[in-house]
T-cell receptor
């Protein structure tokens, strides 16, 4: 069965610092992977997705993620965090009728 | 120009009542979904539906039922509301792209059952 693990429940970084949010997955075949962001009181917005091809995926708002099959990981990165990036971040695997989400990582940005 | 919209945004009601949440998408997508997000932010799919097939997560109580008047709408009806139904409910829609859908979410409806 497919599943997603986000090991970090809460991360705090200083504005301008780099960010990496971890995501590990378990999937029987080639995974389809997604990162979504949820701002307080808002719905989920798609940041980026991986289906196939280049393992380094560029998304919106300056985010990127790298698919590493050997590590079953799809970590999200940003070189310089802005205060507006404070939100909940969800990794997801699968799709169609069987999308599985991780428990989320809450990002706090310090001034 | 909201792609996926839901109404109402907030819903407060008494236990035992019947309520509905509406969802509309203007993306021309074929498939729509309902998700439940609990107090710990965990997202769980409840239903997926296109004009041919309804797929129900077997853990969803039959008090919950989706109703689709047309391809752009998927409403969620909940009968005999219980305290444990309090959550944020998200609607989403998708269209197949290279063999897999990408789901786009609505803003959510926060349901509070008293």
């Amino acid at each position: 069965a497919q599943s997603v693990t986000q090991p970090d429940i809460h991360i705090t970084v200083s504005e301008g610092a780099s960010l990496e949010l971890r995501c590990n997955y378990s999937y029987g075949a080639t995974p389809y992977l997604f990162w979504y962001v949820q701002s307080p009181g808002q719905g989920l917005q798609l940041l980026l997705k991986y289906f196939s091809g280049d393992t380094l995926v560029q998304g919106i708002k300056g985010f990127e993620a790298e698919f590493k099959r050997s590590q079953s990981s799809f970590n999200l990165r940003k070189p310089s965090v802005h205060w507006s990036d404070a939100a909940e971040y969800f990794c997801a695997v699968g799709g169609n009728n069987d999308m599985r989400f991780g428990a989320g990582t809450r990002l706090t940005v310090k001034p | 120009d909201t792609a996926v919209s839901q109404t109402p945004k907030y819903l407060v009601t008494q236990m035992g009542n019947d309520k509905s949440i509406k969802c509309e998408q203007n993306l021309g997508h074929d498939t729509m979904y309902w998700y439940k997000q609990d107090s710990k932010k965990f997202l769980k799919i409840m239903f997926s539906y296109n004009n041919k097939e309804l797929i129900i997560n077997e853990t969803v109580p039959n008090r919950f039922s989706p109703k689709s008047p047309d391809k752009a709408h998927l409403n969620l009806h909940i009968n005999s509301l219980e305290l444990g139904d309090s959550a944020v409910y998200f609607c989403a829609s998708s269209q197949l792209e290279r063999g897999l859908d990408t789901q786009y979410f609505g803003p959510g409806t926060r349901l509070t059952v008293l």
